[in-house]
DNA sequence: TAGGCCATCTGGTCCT
DNA sequence: AGGACCAGATGGCCTA
């Protein structure tokens, strides 16, 4: 399934953090549920987990004199309200980058997951056009090739000896490639 | 209808 | 202390 031309849509904001809170299960998010389970294997930090164990979630306001739970109400609708700016600079940033990498499904919007995959690629595969221009391959050129190629292979190395997955990068001729064939995937939908 | 993607809320943690 | 960041939960929209 493939992302979609949709216009943003706007949820409305939650005007009362306890009448959104009384959308969910009054003990917090799902405890106990398949999702709960589902969760444990998720990498959500370990003091995160102790600290719902210890009682879960707290709804805001829940307790003390009605003037610290106004608030408490009060301080979450701002904190709601940042982090909405927030996604939304971050939505920007997504944007922007959508709009700079060049790809075949122009009549679909790129999913986040999608840009992120192709920028990288993209990346890779302008680096590796760029050192196989100036690596001394193409006759007549002179200048930092040389440096700038080994300069490379040092980071690749480094990159190689930090990376606990083990995983094997493709050489830098493979980058182009694969981002070829990563717009041509992305345009079929698979 | 199932599954993908997304916006939003929320509480915990980190950072300044 | 307060804001930023993070990740889980939830529900809506859309497409195959």
Redesign the pocket.
Known sequence: ?????????????????????????PD????G?G??L??GL???????????A???????G?SGPGGRRENSVQ?????????????????NA?QALREVIPHVRADK???????LTLAKNYIKSLTSTILTMSSGRLPGLDGPGPKLYQHYQQQQQQAAAGGALGATEPQPEGHLQRYSTQIHSFRE?S
Do not use: C
């Not at 210890?54 to 805001?60: A, K, N, V």
């Not at 919007?109 to 840009?115: A, R, V």
């Open positions: 399934m493939k992302t979609k031309n949709r216009p943003p849509r706007r949820r409305v904001p939650a005007q009362d953090p306890e009448a959104a809170a009384g959308e969910r299960t917090g998010p799902q405890q549920s999702l709960e589902a969760k998720r990498s959500r930090t370990v003091r995160a987990q102790g600290a719902r210890e009682g879960g979630r707290r709804r805001p829940a301080r979450r609708l701002e904190s709601n309200e940042r982090e909405r700016q927030r996604m939304h600079k971050l939505n997504f919007k790129l999913s986040k997951i999608e840009t939908g």
